[in-house]
């Protein structure tokens, strides 16, 4: 075991604003992304896609294509599934119930139908208008509780009630709560549809050679792309190679098994690389922000004590079911939000709907709940005549409080996130006079998440024999700066200099294990896996050490990649010398974190015990003013904190907090995806606008609330602030003009329709 | 991607001028400069929305900044195109680049080379930009990881050391 003068001293690397390891090819732009990957003999491929949200499909004409300049095939869902190598064609990490090509009927206008291989992509172009296909419409549903009725269209034979995720909590006694109530709020909050839109669309190439499946995938999840091809193909998994560059932006959109199944499948029947790069509508068609119905029942004393929540929670899952089965039990135990309400009653429910997918977004599972909760709470101080920022600090979540789920809180840290958002925007400064015709006001909105749990990351760290060191995780950069975090954690923790460390970037033939990059949970979860592996190399490291310089283990010491006497820093020897004089190349050893195992959704239907290994917990502040002509919400200032417990990087952490905030802006104010006879009318950065420079609110601050223990866990940071975004706008919308919108977005619309209303009312 | 292709539309020849270096080439007809460019390696020149929006594809013709989705090759026949690549002088960053990397004013940075190429024709335009004028340059520019401040801050610092007359590298 390593004795305590055996462990490195640190060497500042961490709480150090290091730019990232390739900052100038970021700048100048020559950073690598999947989008540049080629490969010799590569194809190029185009999806057709059903233009209908539900339809048999009753014939698809190709010969026209076939006949197109350049064009190697045209595939369809039967020249998969007829493939005999490929033995399980479908998919789906919670459910395999998606084909890379549709097979007898299409479940929502943008499924994919077929796909033409060409030499170039301007051929793919033209032959792709070329492919005919013929179907045969059908019912079809596209709301979560139409879907949940009896007789809605069925989407999945399998699914007959097109159930995708169903769990229940109960806590304390919900009944005997509301009769010890003196108010009773109840209200119904929705959050539309929305799109992650990373800059980088989704993109993949993949090759065969023999045997062996390669594909480079802009994915957030390698580890388990390669599970899912693996089990599609009858491969054993070291047999298909996952490699990732930087992504361009993830935000969940890149979760999951996107496009992968489909661009090997294709290269495995053409018997060419193939590569397959999605225009923007199809990054809308591809995968959605869960819309979600979420009804909140609250039984409250006279003082403002909680004493009683119903809340009901109904998420469309769109026509694969992706992780809804899963993300509706974390919607679960997020929804009754940081604070001690001693009776509960939750369900969370999904149902299949002919929509696209649902999948990740930047906070999923978390937006929706906490966009109902936190304006719930506004809603409460406003019946009771309370100041929010005081109702919230009566009942908020403190150390070792009783969660909803039974499990006791620790590291607690939400009374002071609110104290300092509140202070961030000068929540008791009074009011400066409002031009004419503006209305402002503040809000303030706080938050918990739970980490995805169980989840694991493995880690191999490696020194050379020139004493650089190369840590191989499958933790992917997706512009958090994951690769630089994780060096400076590994430089910290071997005690060597962070331009000797590099992160190689994920590749399943030589990185190990990682469940996702997703949920906030890289630094913490690859950072602990690489802690154990770098432990274990000083060790390992140490007895050569103490062996080659005749010492015992006792008497040696580690000095900024050297060993030495411990007595009197004699026999210096650096890591290199050490691990050459042993007759060795390099020297490795692994790490592995394993998360506990998430007791509390051992029963879906009771939802009870441990339901993340830590929590998360984020609050933001907003001044905003309303201009009561147009309805137009203009925020003015915005202070953003979460807890992080120890900073890796301080400007990274930063541009979290604050990147969150900006995110937040857009599905808070205008983002969302608009549906018309099933079909998405506005797939393109047009008419879905996201937010852009100007919509920065011009005084923004941030704070990370760090411990004091300098051995604190590391909290992730990444989606911390962007859940309380919109119901500290909706909240300061309410304060400033009198107007409850309880339904996303705040645009300027909705606002002029509730003012129009309120003044109905005084008149 | 690198195979011709150009027997299948009318194909233009013309002189592409891209970072002070001239090549005569054949490009089809309808071919946007941003394929173009991509083909010929100027792989900082990004497509992430086709429509102009995005602000990914930007370079500048003849000092002015456009989006590379929106125009034809053709069409900038006879003129220089300056892409992120061309600001690095002898392996050294532009002013501009050098303020992006000292601010740490990127993240995925798939936007940041036209960000980079938008403020540098801002700042030549405008040497003592504000704030404001800043924001409005970059508002056709978007960054979805919300680096947007760190941008400002860069954009600031360089503003006001070049006011300050110090010779700035």
Not at chain 1, 352 to 360: C, I, K, R
Request: glycine share 10%; hydrophobic share 40%.
């Amino acid at each position: 075991m390593t004795s305590i003068n055996m462990t490195p001293q640190p060497t500042g690397a961490v709480g150090v604003d290091h730019p990232m390891q390739d900052a100038v090819d970021r700048v100048v732009g020559s950073i690598r992304f999947t989008i540049d990957h080629e490969v010799g003999g590569m194809a190029h491929a185009r999806v057709i896609r059903s233009p209908f949200p539900h339809a048999r499909l009753t014939g698809i004409d190709v010969k026209g294509a076939l006949a197109l300049p350049g064009v190697l095939a045209v595939l369809t869902g039967e020249d998969i599934v007829g493939d005999e190598r490929i033995p399980n064609p479908c998919f789906g990490v919670a459910r395999r119930d998606q084909w890379p090509l549709a097979v007898g009927k299409v479940r929502y206008a943008g499924d994919p139908v077929a796909l033409v291989v060409a030499d170039t992509e301007r051929h793919a172009d033209a032959a792709a208008i070329a492919v005919r296909v013929d179907y045969d419409e059908l019912p079809y549903v596209v709301d979560a509780a139409e879907a949940a009725r009896e007789g809605a269209p069925v989407i999945h034979e399998e699914w007959p009630r097109n159930e995708c995720g169903s769990w229940a909590l109960h806590h304390g006694d919900v009944e005997e709560g509301f009769a010890q109530a003196d108010r009773i709020v109840e209200s119904v909050y929705t959050s539309p549809s929305a799109n992650p839109v990373p800059l980088e669309p989704h993109v993949a190439v993949a090759q065969w050679n023999d045997q062996l499946l390669q594909v480079w995938s802009s994915t957030q999840w390698p580890s388990i792309v390669r599970r899912e091809l693996a089990h599609m193909f009858g491969l054993a998994e070291h047999l298909v190679e996952v490699r990732t560059y930087p992504l361009g932006g993830g935000f969940g959109a890149k979760g999951q098994v996107k496009i992968e199944p489909l661009v090997a499948s294709a290269a495995r029947i053409v018997g060419v690389p193939v590569r397959l790069e999605l225009d923007r509508d199809e990054v809308f068609l591809t995968v959605a922000k869960h819309p979600a119905t979420i009804r909140v029942k609250s039984g409250v004393k006279r003082d403002g004590t909680f004493v009683a929540r119903d809340m009901e929670l109904v998420y469309a899952a769109g026509a694969y079911a992706v992780t809804s089965p899963s993300g509706t039990g974390n919607a679960l135990v997020r929804a009754p939000g940081p604070y001690r309400i001693p009776n509960i009653r939750i369900t969370s429910q999904a149902y299949y709907t002919n929509t696209v997918p649902g999948g990740s977004f930047r906070g999923a599972f978390t937006n929706q709940v906490a966009f109902a909760y936190e304006s719930h709470v506004d809603e409460i101080a406003s019946e009771l005549g309370m100041d929010p920022m005081m109702l919230r600090m009566k009942n908020l979540l403190r150390d070792g409080d009783t969660y909803a789920t039974g499990e006791a809180m620790h590291d607690v840290h939400f009374e002071e996130l609110v104290v300092n958002v509140a202070e961030g925007i000068g929540w008791d400064e009074a009011q400066p006079p409002m031009a004419p015709g503006r209305l402002r006001a503040k809000g303030l909105a706080v938050i918990l998440k739970s980490t995805p749990t169980p989840s694991r990351s493995e880690a191999r760290v490696e020194i050379g024999g020139d004493g650089h060191v190369t840590v191989y995780s499958s933790a992917v950069d997706m512009g958090q700066g994951a690769s630089s975090t994780l060096a400076q954690l590994a430089a910290e923790f071997l005690g060597v200099r962070y331009a000797d460390v590099r992160v190689v970037d994920p590749d399943t033939s030589t990185t190990p294990f990682d469940t996702m990059t997703a949920g906030s949970r890289t630094t913490f979860s690859s950072g602990s896996a690489i802690r154990q592996a770098c432990a274990a190399l000083i060790e390992a490291i140490g007895e050569l050490g103490a062996d080659q310089l005749g010492l015992s283990p006792a008497e040696l010491a580690h000095d900024e990649g050297h060993v030495v006497a411990a007595m009197d820093g004699s026999h210096r020897r650096s890591y290199g010398e050490v691990i050459v004089a042993a007759g060795l190349s390099s020297l490795s050893r692994e790490g592995v974190f394993q998360s506990e195992s998430g007791g509390a959704f051992k029963d879906p239907l009771d939802v009870k015990g441990m339901a993340s290994i830590h929590w998360h917990q984020g609050a933001a502040a907003v001044e905003i003013e309303v201009d009561i002509e147009t309805g137009r919400v203009i925020v003015l200032r915005c202070h953003g904190a979460s807890w992080a417990g120890r900073i890796v990087n301080p400007t990274r952490v930063r541009q979290q907090n604050e990147g969150n905030i900006i995110f937040g802006i857009g599905p808070a104010l205008f983002e969302q995806l608009e549906m018309e006879s099933g079909q998405v009318i506005n797939p393109n950065m047009s008419d879905y606008m996201i937010p852009s420079i100007l919509d920065v609110p011009e005084h923004m601050t941030s704070t990370a609330l760090v411990s004091s223990e300098a051995d604190a866990e590391l909290h992730g940071v990444g989606e911390m602030t962007i859940p309380a975004v919109a119901p500290a706008i909706a909240n300061a919308v309410f304060r400033a003009t009198g107007v409850r919108i309880r339904d996303l977005p705040l645009t300027a619309e909705r606002v002029l329709r509730g003012l129009r209303s309120v003044e109905g009312k005084d008149r | 991607m690198t195979v011709d292709d150009s027997q299948d539309s009318p194909v233009a020849h013309m002189r592409l001028s891209v970072n002070g270096v001239h090549r005569d080439i054949e490009v089809p007809d309808d071919e946007a400069l941003v394929t173009s460019l991509r083909k010929l390696g100027f792989t900082s020149v990004r497509a992430a929305c086709g429509i102009g929006m995005c602000g990914t594809c930007t370079v500048q013709v003849d000092g002015m900044v456009a989006s590379s989705c929106l125009l034809l090759t053709r069409q900038v026949s006879g003129c220089e195109l300056v892409t992120s690549e061309g600001l690095v002088e002898d392996g050294a960053l532009s002013e501009v680049q050098q303020a992006f990397l000292d601010h740490r004013a990127y993240q995925c940075s798939f936007c940041i080379p036209g960000m980079v190429l938008t403020v540098d024709a801002c700042l030549r335009s405008h040497p003592s930009a504000t704030v404001s004028d800043v924001r409005e340059y970059l508002s056709g520019n978007l960054c979805r990881c919300g680096t947007y401040p760190s941008i400002l801050e860069a954009v600031h610092a360089l503003v006001a050391a070049r006011t300050a007359g110090g010779d700035v590298r």
